[in-house]
């Protein structure tokens, strides 16, 4: 083992200290290689590396402390196993201080990390990297396969003014005539949950790396996702579109916003049913939770969301919406655990 290696040590869920000192090092990074990007709240960053199975998937995550006494972290990565879909992955989030750059930290970590996803018998090791960063040298150098890029747009709603999503729902009234709307906060209502898996499913409809398996829902996991939502604290806003005459679920879109970071909203889901597309329910379901957020959110400032780079009708809607690119595509990346472990 290198010394490098030895000075690896595997966070303890409990250890709150060890994790807020992985969040500050995540803002170092942040604020080093994408300032303009929203950070992790907080709370959701604890949940994900401290998260246990049943409701969370397996996962573990190790640090590097900075020589001397106290907790503080030069350098972590986390690792998780999928155990619903993609069981041939681990899924690696990694991070080094600004400050401990190319020492050969982040090789050290990904080799731990390759060794750790063997002993789980996964094959891939994948991750997410932002073109043109230092994570792209990285994952290039070593060798990484990338997919589909991603593309974040933010809407400043300090520059939008009033009214404006009043107009929106108005302007589409007879295009979605004959569909009503509901919206709630929280855990999906009990009458609800077997749409919302429905909706879940319908995401795979939208563009998605080529060696990733698309995913499931019944009502067992639409209750998980409650669950862990729950677990990560904060406020999931979700706006449903109804067929009128049958109760049908035709659509929804859902939006986080965290007490660590008030100023900000993460979109989540945006889905139409098929045979229910053509309505310009996903224009009218945004632009109501927008008018939504208004009335309940005063405190938002921006909203950030993901897309694929292919996935043309989403990011119509989010421009009509005033939506604007904000910083370099991301992209998957996967590396074979195998080129990453010791030839024997
Ligand atoms: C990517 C990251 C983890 C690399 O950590 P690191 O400790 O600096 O990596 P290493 O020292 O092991 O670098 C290994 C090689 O990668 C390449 N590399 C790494 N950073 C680079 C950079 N900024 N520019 C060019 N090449 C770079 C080099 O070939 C380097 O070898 P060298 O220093 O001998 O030339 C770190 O930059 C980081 O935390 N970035 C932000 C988060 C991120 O993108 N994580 C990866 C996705 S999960």
């Known amino acids: 083992m290198s010394s490098q290696a030895a000075r690896l040590q595997r966070l303890d869920p409990a250890d709150a200290g060890a994790i807020k000192a992985l969040h500050d090092v995540h803002l170092a990074a942040l604020a080093a290689d994408d300032p303009d990007g929203p950070p992790w709240p907080a709370r959701a960053q604890a949940a994900h590396l401290s998260g246990a199975p049943p ?7 190790w640090f590097v402390a900075a020589p001397g006494p106290g907790p503080d972290v030069i350098a972590w990565y986390s690792v998780r196993f999928p155990d619903k879909e993609n069981l041939s992955w681990a899924v690696m989030e990694m991070t080094v201080h600004p ?162 970071l008030p100023g900000w909203g993460f979109q989540g889901n945006t889905a139409v049913a098929r045979r229910h597309r053509g309505h310009r329910l996903g224009l009218l379901l945004k632009a109501e939770m927008l008018e939504l957020l208004a009335a309940h959110e005063p405190g938002l400032e921006r909203i950030a969301t993901w897309n694929a780079a292919a996935n043309q009708h989403m990011i119509a809607i989010n421009e009509q919406l005033g939506f604007e690119v904000s910083g370099s595509p991301s992209c998957f990346t996967d590396l074979p655990v195998a080129a990453l472990l010791p030839q024997s």
């Open 55 to 61: 409701l969370f998937e397996p996962r573990e995550a």
């Open 99 to 260: 400050a401990s750059r190319r020492q050969g930290l982040g090789t050290m970590m990904l080799r731990h990390a390759a060794r750790r996803a063997a002993d789980a018998g996964r094959a891939g090791l994948t991750g997410i990297i932002r073109h043109g960063s230092a994570g792209d040298a990285f994952a290039t150098r070593a060798g990484a396969t990338k997919g589909i890029d991603e593309i974040r747009r933010v809407l400043d709603l300090r520059k939008v003014p009033a009214g404006t999503w009043r107009q929106f729902r108005e302007s589409l009234a007879t295009a979605a005539a004959g569909y009503r709307l509901d919206c709630w906060e929280g855990s999906t209502p009990d009458d609800y949950v077997t749409g919302i898996a429905e909706m879940f499913n319908t995401m795979n409809d939208a563009p998605r790396n080529a060696e990733e398996d698309p995913s499931f829902y019944d009502a067992a996991r639409v209750r998980r996702d409650d669950e862990q939502v729950a677990r990560l604290g904060g406020r999931r806003w979700v706006i449903a579109a109804f067929r009128a005459e049958t109760g049908e679920m035709a659509g929804y879109t859902e939006l986080r916003v965290s007490p660590d």
